[in-house]
């Protein structure tokens, strides 16, 4: 059971389109999550998928797809700006457990 | 600031050396979560309180860790007999029902 982010680490140009791969080995129902960590700060949620439409959308411009035939929930967003420059982790809460459980993380870099 | 509090932000210790990190969470989440994380890799759950009750603790990592909350408030994480693979930086997290955690900056350990 993991959670496998498939780009450790990602350079863009400011106005290029983003997308981030999350796949999960969970089975069973889950709760999908990306989190983000800007640089000097502490973790917090970007957006969160739990039921319903499978497109969601989170802060900041960002949206995420569950795919549920693939285990996928892959981050995307249509034009990064130098701000968004972070970390990126996506994670699953199995509903079985309490335990919300992190991929490694993509570290993104927007250069001006 | 009403986030998550970590106390120390950073600490020193030499192997055999006993440790304890504090975490006082917002006030009105009943929810504590104890994450380790290492360089280049996401935050990996170690335990999970509800209110005073330690619903899940199978992923401490060894015996010598051990963590608690006493009144459902404040939680302690202790590491006893460190050793130099226990450095990493030691996150809380907080929520009031699970969907959203909210993180602290983290104790940054270092064993020498």
């Known amino acids: 059971q993991s959670v496998s982010q498939h780009n450790h680490h990602v350079i863009l140009s400011e106005a290029a389109s983003l997308e981030l791969g999350c796949n999960y080995s969970?089975?069973?129902?889950?709760?999908l999550f990306w989190y983000v960590q800007y640089p000097g700060q502490h973790l917090q949620l970007l957006l969160k998928?739990?039921?319903?439409?499978?497109l969601v959308k989170g802060i900041k411009g960002f949206e995420a797809e569950f795919i549920k035939s693939k285990f996928s929930f892959n981050l995307r967003k249509p034009s990064v700006q130098w701000s968004d420059t972070a970390e990126y982790f996506c994670a699953v809460n199995p509903n079985s457990g309490y335990a919300l459980n992190f991929g490694k993380g993509t570290s993104l870099l927007v250069t001006p | 600031d009403t986030g998550v509090s970590q106390d120390p932000r950073h600490k020193i210790t030499k192997r055999g050396q006993n440790v304890t990190f504090r975490c006082d969470p917002i006030?009105?989440?009943?929810?504590l979560y104890w994450y380790r994380q290492t360089l280049g890799q996401g935050p990996e759950f170690l335990t999970y309180?509800?209110?005073?009750?330690?619903?899940?603790k199978s992923r401490l990592l060894s015996d010598r860790f051990s963590a608690e909350r006493p009144k459902g408030s404040f939680s302690t994480l202790e590491i006893q007999r460190t050793e130099q693979g226990d450095s990493a930086m030691y996150l809380c997290?907080?929520?009031?029902?699970?969907?959203?955690?909210?993180f602290g900056s983290g104790t940054q350990l270092s064993v020498l």
């Open positions: 309180f509800q209110n005073e009750a330690q619903l899940e």
């Open positions: 969970y089975g069973g129902t889950v709760n």
């Open positions: 006030s009105e989440h009943n929810r």
């Open positions: 997290a907080s929520s009031p029902q699970g969907e959203k955690l909210f």
């Open positions: 998928y739990f039921s319903g439409d499978p």
